[in-house]
Structure formats: C-alpha cells, structure tokens
C-alpha cells in the first residue's frame, strides 16, 4: 500500500461549481487523501492508496457522472 500523486485530464467540465461538487465527493472516498480539480485547466491531481486502484477510478468516475453527466476523466 503506497500513496501515489498523480494527474488526470479532465473532458467536458463545464463549470468551476460542479468541479468543487466533484473534488469534495471524491476527497470522502475510501483510500482519497486528497484531490484538487482545476475547472480552468481541466485537470484532477489527488492523491490516493493504490491497493485498489481499479476500483478507485471507477468509483472517482461515478462521483463525476453524477454531477456533470457528460464529464469524465481520462485515466
């Protein structure tokens, strides 16, 4: 089990509120320790325990589906 930081590509986040929406969602899940989504640069840095990392993005991609259905993010 390690942290790992990493950043993702953002597509079709259409406002600065929905992607506070989604940066505290996905700051509550199991093995988050933190996230930060940039509206203007269309990015996600978090930071997360890699055991399950599959599970995680699929996880991470509910929380964004939810707010913007059209947004995701390019793991």
């Not at 509550?28 to 933190?34: F, I, P, S, T």
């Not at 890699?50 to 509910?62: N, P, R, V």
């Amino acid at each position: 089990m390690a942290i790992v930081k990493k950043s993702f590509e953002m597509e079709d986040l259409d406002c600065a509120n929905c992607a506070r929406k989604m940066q505290e969602a996905i700051a509550k899940l199991d093995g988050v320790e933190n996230c930060e989504i940039s509206f203007m640069a269309q990015k996600m840095k978090i930071e997360y325990d890699d055991s399950d990392e599959k599970k995680l993005f699929k996880e991470i991609q509910k929380c964004v589906k939810k707010v913007e259905p059209d947004c995701s993010v390019n793991f």
